[in-house]
């Protein structure tokens, strides 16, 4: 525990000291510690449950919002509602993350519900990081759950990953994109031990000539199982590509299963998957330049997952 409050404490020392006034919001073990709104960034706290409002103004460029929470204490389960409201035209990077220490013989969990309005031609960079921690024999949950209703001409990105040490998750993304919107998400995964992971991605594309590409990369190892579940909706003239590929090594379990759905003449809806073990060519490669194969396979599972 005494690690994570020192990444608690170098989290604070990063906001403030790399980009100072940025807004952000900091939530530990349930309960918010600190907030700080800017001249185009207000943070507000909901008055009738736990979360808080983020009013970006319109014409707001190159400005950052930091979101993370942190558990240090077994047994806790946490449940947040966090909104935010990006005005026309805007241009901001918002990031978001949790981290689990958990040296107890309880569950701790944290179930964040994040909802996106992104108005007219705005543009938003989301970056969402999930880890695990801890000695404890208690459970490990985040279950994170994304709202995207995305404006005429407006682009999100999303990058969300979970690297490590999260025994459970469950979680849900929905988008729903209006005119000429764009969508991008990049979903990075790793499970081990007996972890399960499982990921809803469902996109309405609803507005004339919307777009969005999902990429999905993951490694399961030991006994972990991984469920893929992308839906992609096409209810317009738009286009989709869906593309998931992931390494099965050990006794682990994976699954993809595509839904595509075209409800319009010029909807152009694509899915590719592939699902293999790490190429033997590859490691034998590496084992000549003197790595082990454990080595080896680390190599190549990092650069998967870069």
């Known amino acids: 525990m005494e690690n994570m409050e020192k990444d608690l404490l170098q989290t604070i020392a990063d906001i403030r000291g790399f980009m ?29 449950k736990p979360g808080i409002d983020i009013y970006v103004d319109d014409n707001t460029v190159g400005e950052s919002v930091h979101i993370p929470v942190i558990l ?25 993350g949790c981290g689990i220490h958990n040296d107890g013989c309880n569950t701790s969990q944290h179930d964040g519900i994040h909802t996106f309005h992104i108005g007219k031609n705005a543009k938003v960079h989301y970056a969402e990081k999930h880890y695990g921690e801890g000695n404890g024999t208690g459970g490990r949950i985040l279950n ?9 001409g ?11 040490g999260v025994d459970s998750t469950i979680r849900k993304t929905e988008a729903n994109l ?23 991605v469902t996109v309405n594309l609803n507005g004339e000539e919307s777009v969005v590409q ?7 190892k030991d006994d972990s199982i991984q ?21 099965i090594m050990d006794h682990a379990k994976i699954s993809s299963i595509p839904e595509i759905a075209a409800n319009h003449v010029d909807a152009e809806i694509i899915h590719e998957a592939a699902i ?20 080896a396979e680390k190599v190549i599972v990092d650069g998967f997952l870069k």
Do not use: W
């Open 20 to 48: 100072p006034g940025s807004a952000f919001s900091l939530r530990k073990n349930g309960e918010g510690v600190e907030r700080h709104s800017t001249e185009h960034v207000r943070i507000v706290a909901k008055l009738d």
């Open 72 to 96: 240090t204490d077994s047994g806790i389960k946490d449940v947040v509602y966090n909104d935010f409201y990006i005005g026309a035209n805007a241009d901001v990077e918002i990031i978001a």
């Open 144 to 152: 994170p759950v994304t709202i995207i209703h995305m404006d005429e």
């Open 154 to 164: 407006s682009y999100a990105k999303l990058d969300m990953s979970q690297i490590k």
């Open 178 to 200: 209006g005119a000429k919107a764009k969508l991008v998400i990049n979903e990075k995964l790793m499970t081990h031990g007996n972890q399960k992971a499982h990921s809803d």
């Open 214 to 220: 999902i990429v999905s990369r993951s490694v399961g």
């Open 227 to 247: 469920v893929f579940h992308p839906i992609a909706v096409g209810n317009n003239k738009s286009r989709a590509h869906i593309q998931c590929d992931s390494i």
């Open 276 to 295: 293999g073990k790490i190429n033997s060519d590859q490691l034998v490669k590496l084992q000549t330049f003197g790595l082990s194969v454990e080595e």
